[in-house]
C-alpha cells in the first residue's frame, strides 16, 4: 500500500498482510495510531495498493470498532484465520 507522507507529501509504501471482504480489503495496523501510514491516512484517506499484482487506486478508512463491531468482528476473524493474528487498528481499504 502506498500513503501520501502528511508531512512531506512524498509517497510512502509498506507491504502488509490483508484479507478481502465484501469487495473490499481490510488490514490491520498492529501499533494502531501511533504507525506513520495511518496518520498518512488521516490526513489524506487516497492510497494506492496492489492485490495479487493489479494495482488499485482508492481511498482507505479507520473503521470505527464500536460502531461498526459486526464489521470488526468478520474482519478479526478472518485475519485470525489466515494469519493467526487479529489485534489492531482496521483500516478499510475501498478500490475506485
Avoid: C
Wanted: proline content about 2%; cysteine-free; overall charge negative.
Amino acid at each position: 500500500m502506498t500513503t501520501a507522507g502528511w508531512k512531506t507529501g512524498k509517497k510512502h509504501s509498506i507491504e502488509i498482510w490483508f484479507i478481502e471482504y465484501n469487495k473490499r480489503y481490510y488490514i490491520m495496523s498492529e501499533h494502531r495510531d501511533n504507525s506513520h501510514w495511518v496518520q498518512n491516512i488521516k490526513h489524506n484517506p487516497t492510497v494506492s495498493f496492489t492485490v495479487n499484482h493489479k494495482i488499485f487506486e482508492g481511498t482507505a478508512r479507520i473503521v470505527d470498532q464500536n460502531i461498526e463491531s459486526n464489521l470488526s468482528t468478520e474482519v478479526s476473524n478472518l485475519m485470525n484465520v489466515k494469519y493467526g493474528w487479529d489485534e489492531g487498528l482496521i483500516i478499510e481499504l475501498l478500490p475506485g
